[in-house]
Every structure is written in C-alpha cells, then in structure tokens.
C-alpha cells in the first residue's frame, strides 16, 4: 500500500475559520481511486512550522499533497518552504509568468506586482499546470516522498487534483485496485441501537462495519478489499434485514435525490406547505431537481389534523398537483404531517419525545420525516414508522 498524506496550511484553516472542504473532497476521492489518506495534518502560516512538518513527513510518507499557501500574499508560505526544507532557491517560471499576465490581460485588467511570485518555485521542482487560476502547482521529491503542491481554491484544487495529480501517481506507483465500500442510510434508530442489532456479523478479512452518526441521519458502511467482494455482498443481506424499516436509501446519492428521479418518473409534481420546518423541505427537493409546482412557507399555528389534511387535500387541487406535502402546527403542542395523493390524503400528528436538541436540528429531523413520508408512500408502504424520539400520537385517512 502507498502511504498518502494531507497537509492542509493556513491560519484561517487551523483555527476553523473556514471549513476545511478541500481534504474532505480528496480523502473521498482517494479512497475510490484505491489510495486512501492514512493521516491529514494542519499547519498555519508560519514558516518554520511549515518546514519542519515537511521535513518530519517525509521520512514517513510516499505521497504528500500539501494544500493551500500558494497565493501572491506574504501569508503565502508553502513554495518558500518547500524550497527551504529541500535546501535550494525558489525560481522563476518563465512559461507561468506569461500565462499570468495572459490571464489577466484577457480580463482586461494588469497583473500586479505581487502575482509574479505565484510564478516562483522551488530549483528543482516539476511544474503542474493549473487550468483554472494563476497559482500554479509544483511537486518535489523530499527524501523518500513525493510532495505536490496546490492551491486552497476547491474549484482549482479539484481539477489538478484529477487533471494533474492522480495520472503521475498511476505512472509512478502500481496502484492497488480500489476497495469496496457498500453504504445504506437510515432514519430513526440510535447508532448503538443497530451497532448492537450487527454485533453478531462474522466480517472478513480486512472488512469493517462502520457507521457514521449526521444527525438525524445514522450511515452504514460495510468496507473491505475488492478481493473479498463477494463475501460482503453475501453478508450485505443481513445489514439491509437488520436496519428493516429505518432503512431509507443505499449509495450515496441521497433521499432527495431519489425522490427527485421517483416523481420524475411517475409524472407527480408536487406542491409543499411548511411551517415548522421552514423551507428545508423545499430547498433540498429543489436542488435535486423534482418537479415542485408550488411550495410556501407560513408561519405556523393550531391546526387540527383534519384541518391540515383537509387543507392540504385543497391545495392539491388548486395547484394541479399530483402530490401535496405540509407540515404545520407548534412544536410545543404537536406537529401535523400530511401527503395528498390521488388515492386520498394521510396525516400524522406527533410529538418530541426528546427536546435536548436544537431548533435547527429538530428542524432536520422533521424535514427528513417529511421527505421518509413521501418516500415510503411512491413504495406502496404505511406512512408510519419507527421514528426514534418523535411520537406519532394520531393518524387519519381521507
């Protein structure tokens, strides 16, 4: 196995002023491609930290991919310590200057004084080209580690990473083939609750049970080896068994999403009405391009659950709709869910059974009831289920 590093620098990265997407995105990557990171380290914008982390990284890594620092501000550190811990000057790269200034020129503006040192590379770097800004990147060899450098701009960082990066390493290094990782999604039990439910799996070799806790979302992952593909496929029936009817969706494409492709599908547009959760159904429908007719945000207030059925049944009609989805009422009293179909209208009324959390967080979870509604309806499954600490105290079928 090749050991991967990350290096993500800069103050405003170390102290959490900004979220560090950049490694998130490459360990996802990486892992696919068969290359997953085996550490990730941040460092801020001081010279010497950043020279002593290189140096001390190299004895241990085969790759590196240093992250950020490569801007024409005097924050800007990572090409001067690259250059620093291999002991040599930083260069100019003639070719990149003209592509700068290039760059700038097609805009219609000049370049300042400052870019130039985004031409600057260590004397005996490789050169990588960056398609999409004017920092360019560069790798070294440090001792028994390759080290690539690129900039902390995710949209540039991406492409090089793709473009640039992951072919030198399928020339230089026999890439193992990459793992198999099988994933399901689901709503409403504790992680403990199904850790416990798969204690008793005999996993392979190498293969693990993993699971990752988002609230109000619980992620089962089954990873291992392409070599034991098949024996995890043949557990992976026991995993689906276990989560049972929490289970809301597999792979990683996501609930709204599906349901996107699922209304799409059918033909059923759709019409929303939200109250307590504010938009949030909405927003994640849109962005996964369903088919909405009309959606709207109230403020809320008491609502018998014959009156948000009866309500929603009516906007239905208004709106042409093949489906009408709201959610009303207070959360302090009790939550009215209801989906008007062409079979009829179903609504729930429910209550927290837990309110430790905070508003946004209630808000998700009963953003993801409303969404696990719609879903286990376009199954031909009740609308009620299993959902953790929100009790359904009252239903009713028009």
């Known amino acids: 196995?090749?050991?991967?590093?990350?290096?993500?620098?800069?103050?405003?990265?170390?102290?959490?002023?900004?979220?560090?997407?950049?490694?998130?995105?490459?360990?996802?990557?990486?892992?696919?491609?068969?290359?997953?990171?085996?550490?990730?380290?941040?460092?801020?914008?001081?010279l010497d930290d950043l020279v002593a982390i290189l140096r001390e990284r190299s004895q241990h890594a085969d790759v590196i991919i240093v992250n950020g620092g490569l801007g024409p501000t005097s924050d800007d550190l990572s090409a001067l310590a690259a250059a620093t811990a291999k002991g040599e000057a930083l260069t100019l790269h003639e070719p990149w200057l003209a592509q700068m200034e290039r760059f700038f020129s097609e805009r219609g503006r000049v370049m300042a004084p400052s870019n130039r040192k985004q031409a600057e590379i260590p004397a005996s770097a490789e050169f990588i080209d960056n398609p999409v800004g004017t920092a360019c990147g560069f790798a070294v060899q440090l001792n028994r580690c390759l080290m690539f450098f690129t900039p902390g701009v995710p949209s540039e960082f991406k492409v090089m990473?793709?473009?640039?990066?992951l072919p030198r390493l399928r020339a230089r290094f026999t890439l193992p083939e990459p793992p198999l990782c099988l994933r399901l999604t689901t709503f409403g039990r504790s992680e403990s609750d199904l850790a416990q439910s798969l204690d008793h799996l005999t996993l392979p070799p190498g293969v693990t049970m993993g699971y990752r806790s988002s609230m109000p979302i619980i992620e089962l992952k089954l990873t291992g080896p392409a070599s034991e593909s098949e024996a995890m496929r043949r557990l992976w029936p026991e995993v689906q068994r276990v989560a049972g009817e929490s289970l809301i969706f597999e792979g990683t494409q996501g609930l709204p999403a599906q349901l996107a492709a699922a209304l799409q599908e059918r033909k059923l547009g759709l019409t929303l009405s939200e109250q307590f959760t504010a938009g949030l159904i909405a927003l994640q429908l849109s962005r996964a391009g369903a088919p909405l007719l009309a959606s709207e945000v109230v403020p809320s207030q008491?609502?018998?659950?014959?009156?948000?059925?009866?309500?929603?049944?009516?906007?239905?009609?208004?709106h042409f709709a093949g489906l009408a989805l709201a959610v009303s009422g207070f959360e302090d009293d009790c939550l009215n869910f209801a989906l008007s179909t062409p079979q009829g209208t179903y609504a729930l009324r429910v209550t927290f059974s837990a309110t430790r959390h905070s508003l946004q967080v209630r808000q998700e979870v009963c953003a993801m009831m409303a969404l696990n509604i719609l879903r286990r309806w376009l199954a031909g499954k009740p609308l009620a289920s299993e959902h953790g600490w929100i009790n359904v105290v009252e239903s009713l079928t028009l």
Request: glycine share 8%.
């Open 161 to 165: 990473v793709e473009q640039q990066i």
């Open 1 to 46: 196995m090749i050991n991967v590093e990350m290096l993500s620098t800069g103050d405003e990265v170390l102290h959490g002023q900004i979220i560090d997407t950049n490694a998130a995105w490459l360990a996802d990557f990486f892992f696919n491609q068969g290359l997953p990171l085996s550490r990730r380290n941040t460092v801020g914008d001081n």
């Open 302 to 318: 008491e609502e018998t659950l014959a009156q948000t059925a009866h309500w929603t049944a009516e906007r239905r009609g208004k």
